[in-house]
């Protein structure tokens, strides 16, 4: 009798350790996606087999994506529904893209963008077709003038437009150089200031802010509700280095309007998929990551 009561213990013993368990995996769930451009060695050394991609990053923990690779109508060789299809075998959201068709020299010397938001048009039906929720501008480079930075923001409410009227949003993605002045204006700034809030978000690369030296919690504080996206970034590895200061930034997330965060890696000790590995486990294992965003 005492054999049994000691096993029937042991059992239920065995029992509270595995939910506990199973408590502890599940509250380390949290909606963190991964922007593509980070592991592309690893994808082009698949052969662009996004199923194979795809079924790691889930294992990994990384719920949703940012694309980095479109063109000619497909994303990294697949047509929108493949991807699409690919994606959602392992429960993967087709979240964002960075994409882009900026405008040439003489469209930027006349203002005149007409040919530009033709090509616009195809591929704003292509992400849609992709499962896509946002369209980012990962970069435009430097403006020459305060008169072409005009005419980009200009062209960027226009594309805006028709990313809402298709029922995605539109965004600008920034690196260090916009935390500079074109003639007398900080460059990132002006376009915050000048375009509209309904047409135009902001994805904000939170190591480029800071090697800009624009804190991320001041541009949210002066900017509130712009910074729909995070790309949360760190030197190698997310959270390696110590000079970004994510728990500063991730208090203010909500001031800022975040929906959804994207890890971006620089670079990293292994391989590109150590490094994707090692950045989500530091992101799964901070506190003071919360588990969605303004859902």
């Excluded at 052969?47 to 079924?55: A, D, L, T, V, Y």
């Excluded at 996206?229 to 991730?250: C, N, P, T, Y």
């Amino acid at each position: 009798m005492k054999i049994n009561i000691l096993a029937g213990l042991m059992l239920i013993g065995a029992i509270f350790a595995s939910c506990s368990t199973t408590s502890k995996i599940s509250s380390n769930k949290k909606d963190i996606a991964v922007q593509l451009y980070s592991i592309r060695d690893t994808i082009a050394r698949s052969g662009n087999n996004m199923e194979s991609i795809f079924k790691s990053l889930s294992e990994m923990g990384y719920n949703g994506f940012e694309a980095a690779s479109y063109g000619g109508g497909k994303f990294y060789g697949k047509t929108p529904a493949e991807f699409k299809a690919a994606a959602e075998k392992y429960g993967i959201k087709v979240l964002s893209s960075h994409t882009n068709r900026n405008l040439n020299a003489a469209e930027l010397a006349s203002g005149d963008f007409t040919e530009a938001l033709k090509w616009w048009e195809q591929a704003i039906a292509d992400h849609k077709a992709a499962g896509m929720k946002y369209i980012v501008n990962p970069s435009v480079g430097r403006p020459g003038s305060l008169k072409d930075l005009k005419t980009i923001r200009n062209f960027f409410n226009e594309i805006g437009k028709m990313c809402n009227a298709a029922g995605l949003k539109y965004g600008f993605h920034n690196h260090a150089y916009e935390m500079e002045k074109v003639e007398d204006r900080v460059m990132l700034e002006y376009m915050i200031e000048n375009t509209d809030p309904e047409n135009v978000f902001f994805e904000l690369d939170v190591y480029w802010s800071v090697i800009g030296r624009k804190s991320p919690v001041e541009l949210f504080n002066k900017y509130p509700g712009r910074f729909t996206l995070l790309h949360i970034k760190d030197h190698r590895e997310v959270g390696q280095s110590g000079m970004v200061g994510f728990d500063a930034i991730f208090a203010n997330i909500e001031k800022a309007g975040v929906k959804d965060i994207i890890v971006e890696i620089e670079g990293c000790k292994g391989t590109t998929m150590d490094g994707a590995k090692a950045s989500i486990d530091y992101l799964l294992n901070a506190a003071f990551v919360p588990a969605s965003y303004g859902k």
